[in-house]
């Protein structure tokens, strides 16, 4: 019952504390989606030699470039250091739709299955649900984690695409024919008979790995060299451009998470020390008779862990309520908020720590009056 009474008296100095906590955890949640998108990035492009069709599509590179015939997939598969090459269709999930100044962009990736990934770091992709796709699977799909929580998809879910319609088998169909559906100059070409192409010729890029002992970039430098037609990103140069482009977003979210920090740990802070200070008349009656300074801080420590404790976990309770209805709702289907264990962590020791020490700086500055000066000024 003491408690309840004690936060009860806190009341505004517990939504003070919430309100700044979930500020603070908004930002950095922020931060975090784009760091680990950044790492996330990083580490794929890394992990493989991208390789692209040259020619007119839907986007030009990593995203839906010139067809790669198959014949053009073996030609690579020959060059001296390549160890394994998948065939690859990646494209726009919506091509009229721009994604300027977007971070995720939404995208359909197909790839041959019957070839192991040749990504050193994503032998498989993660798949947080359900399972991967697997040889043989047809009008199934494994979507992203960011896709399934802006849709509300969960493995056995049906997502349709062009008109048809695909069971969700994972948490991460046919692309070639999406790829078709989404692009009216190739279908137009393929319905003339102008070029000869099987399904096999219609992929826009190829993932390849490399043996071990042998330099990435070597190797991308001799597939451009060997085979014609095709547009070659070297792993540490994809890596560079990735980086450089997603900077802005960084540094952005990095300096407005340094300056949520400031501002919230002063206001909580400022909070804090304003409760206790509010408090000073029933500290001067309290040291009138008899109370020791350690008791009073034995006392105000409890009820300041107590008060930051409530407080910071309704901002963190704030924080995840606001971040799930702007990517729910908000957010054009792209996930904007990451909230990790390390953010949540982070944020809930830093406001009990910095509560319980503006509660005690507060306290000394209360002891060091007389009792008659503490009670005169609490009047």
Do not use: C
Request: no cysteine; proline share 3%.
């Amino acid at each position: 019952m003491r408690s309840l009474r004690v936060l009860h008296g806190y009341l505004f100095t517990v939504i003070g504390i919430a309100i700044g906590v979930a500020g603070l955890v908004a930002l950095g949640a922020m931060s975090e989606r784009i760091v680990r998108f950044i790492e996330g990035g990083d580490r794929f492009v890394l992990g493989q030699i991208s390789v692209a069709g040259r020619g007119m599509g839907m986007g030009t590179g990593f995203t839906a470039g010139g067809i790669l015939p198959a014949a053009t997939i073996r030609a690579i598969s020959e060059v001296p250091g390549v160890q394994g090459v998948q065939a690859q269709i990646m494209l726009p999930l919506d091509p009229s739709t721009s994604q300027f100044m977007t971070v995720t962009q939404e995208l359909v990736l197909g790839m041959d299955l019957s070839v192991p990934m040749p990504n050193r770091h994503y032998r498989t992709l993660p798949v947080r649900s359900g399972r991967f796709l697997q040889q043989g699977d047809h009008k199934v799909a494994v979507v992203g984690a960011s896709f399934a929580a802006s849709r509300s998809l969960s493995v056995g879910s049906h997502v349709t695409l062009e008109d048809e319609d695909y069971e969700v088998v994972g948490v991460l169909d046919d692309a070639r024919a999406q790829w078709v559906a989404k692009d009216r100059l190739l279908r137009t070409v393929l319905a003339s008979g102008g070029m000869a192409l099987t399904a096999s010729d219609l992929n826009t890029g190829a993932a390849v790995g490399w043996r071990d002992g042998d330099d990435p970039d070597a190797v991308a430098v001799r597939i451009k060299e060997r085979v014609p037609g095709v547009n070659v990103q070297l792993p540490s140069e994809l890596s560079r451009l990735l980086r450089s482009s997603t900077a802005f977003f960084s540094a952005l979210l990095v300096g407005i998470g340094a300056l949520a920090f400031v501002i919230g740990g002063l206001s909580l802070a400022n909070t804090m020390a304003a409760a206790v200070f509010e408090r000073i008349r029933d500290f001067g009656v309290k040291r009138a008779l008899g109370a020791t300074d350690l008791q009073l801080g034995r006392e105000v420590l409890a009820e300041s862990l107590a008060v930051t404790m409530v407080g910071g976990l309704a901002g963190l309770g704030l924080a995840r309520g606001l971040g799930w209805f702007i990517d729910r709702f908000l957010a054009q289907a792209q996930q904007l908020f990451y909230f990790s264990p390390r953010l949540i962590v982070g944020a809930l020791v830093f406001s009990i720590l910095l509560g319980a020490a503006a509660a005690i700086y507060a306290t000394m500055r209360v002891v060091s009056l007389s009792p008659a000066e503490a009670i005169r000024r609490g009047a």
